[in-house]
């Protein structure tokens, strides 16, 4: 849930929606390779319409990218998350509510090249004249108030997260370099508060946080693909009791095949709490386990996301369920009651929330931090 744990397993990626492999470049001269990990979609969080994507570079050093939309400048950007010459850059943009009339965006990468010199390259990424809204899930916790930890931003930790592939992988397509996936692009922590606090007490008991032990819902139905149900506990919320790896990261987990292919990943669940198993057919509302404080995660929380799977990659063991991108969603309708500062539950004493709004939203996704009720 806290991004502590990027700093452990994430870096950098490269990736399109096409095939790939792992032949090294044709042209061994060029200076900078660059690519996309999922096609352009459209997102509708609290803060707007958003067209997002990911950029991925391989350049010795990058300076900005600067995003044109007919000759227009829509975006200067410098945040990049690096590691070596691997660089990733994640565009949210503004929707147009009339869509893109022009078929594609211009991108100039301002760069360094091995050999010391800045130089800039002109990429163009075309784009649709209308993108389809996201599909509406139901909320996988019980109704209530919940901080959205995490929330889809352009700035949140999961947007920022990778899971780096074992070493570059060249896609012939694209020209470019893929590094790894991001299943939790979209993903959302939930941590219900009560009286504006997340616990009562100190909160260094499980058993002090509101939303530990409470049901967690199918958001949307199918058939049960994976589950783990053996991972402890950490008991102490603050401390982990072992070492998070790529065997225990999202904790006791469900993993759930809809009617359209994507698939909905319920992580942190309580041990031996887990109800269904593979091949299980579950209806939307259905509970599936409890909320728990499992693998990567510092306090009780559920964390949720949606995979998309056009290639129908099967859940085989553990680690499996980690290389897979993601899908952006929506909710039919929620209330936001305001927002808190990322990272707020990291830092103790904490003030209780104080509701700055009651606005309803339809056919849309929380942001960052946001509080909300449904």
């Known amino acids: 849930m806290y991004p502590w744990y990027l700093k452990v397993i994430f870096f950098v990626v490269l990736i399109f929606t096409s095939s790939c492999n792992s032949q090294n470049p044709t042209d061994t001269r060029q200076a900078m390779y660059v690519a996309l990990p999922t096609s352009t979609v459209k997102v509708t969080n609290t803060e707007g319409n958003w067209l997002v994507y990911e950029l991925h570079i391989k350049a010795a050093a990058i300076d900005k990218v600067e995003v044109y939309y007919n000759d227009a400048l829509l975006q200067t950007y410098t945040d990049f998350i690096t590691k070596d010459d691997l660089h990733l850059a994640s565009i949210w943009l503004p929707y147009p509510q009339t869509g893109w009339n022009n078929k594609e965006l211009t991108h100039l990468f301002y760069y360094t090249n091995n050999d010391g010199a800045n130089l800039v390259e002109n990429v163009t990424l075309p784009i649709n004249e209308q993108y389809s809204d996201a599909k509406n899930i139901a909320f996988p916790v019980p109704q209530g108030v919940w901080l959205a930890e995490g ?185 936001k009651l305001g927002q808190l500062p990322p990272g707020y539950l990291d830092e103790p004493p904490l003030t209780p929330f104080t509701p700055t709004t009651d606005e309803i939203f339809n056919h849309a996704l929380p942001s960052e931090s946001d509080v909300i009720k449904f």
Not at 283 to 290: I, N
Request: glycine fraction near 10%; charge should be negative.
């Open 151 to 335: 929330a889809p931003s352009s700035t949140s930790y999961h947007t920022r997260a990778i899971f780096p592939y074992p070493e570059p992988i060249y896609d012939t397509e694209q020209e470019g370099y893929l590094i790894g996936n991001n299943p939790q692009r979209y993903a959302i922590d939930y941590a219900q508060l009560e009286n504006g606090l997340p616990y009562k007490n100190d909160g260094l008991k499980l058993e002090d946080w509101y939303c530990y032990n409470r049901p967690v819902l199918a958001a949307e139905g199918g058939i049960v693909l994976f589950t783990e149900n053996s991972i402890p506990d950490h008991q102490t919320p603050g401390e982990l009791d072992y070492p998070i790896t790529a065997d225990n990261v999202t904790g006791n987990v469900v993993y759930i095949e809809h009617p359209d292919g994507s698939i909905g990943t319920y992580c942190h669940l309580i041990p031996n709490s887990i109800l269904v198993q593979k091949g299980d057919v579950v209806t939307t509302g259905q509970e599936l386990g409890r909320l728990g404080n499992s693998g990567n995660s510092s306090a009780p929380h559920l964390h949720m996301h949606v995979l998309t799977n056009p290639e129908g990659k099967q859940i085989q063991k553990y680690e499996d369920g980690l290389y897979f991108e993601s899908l952006p969603y929506a909710f039919s309708q929620f209330k």
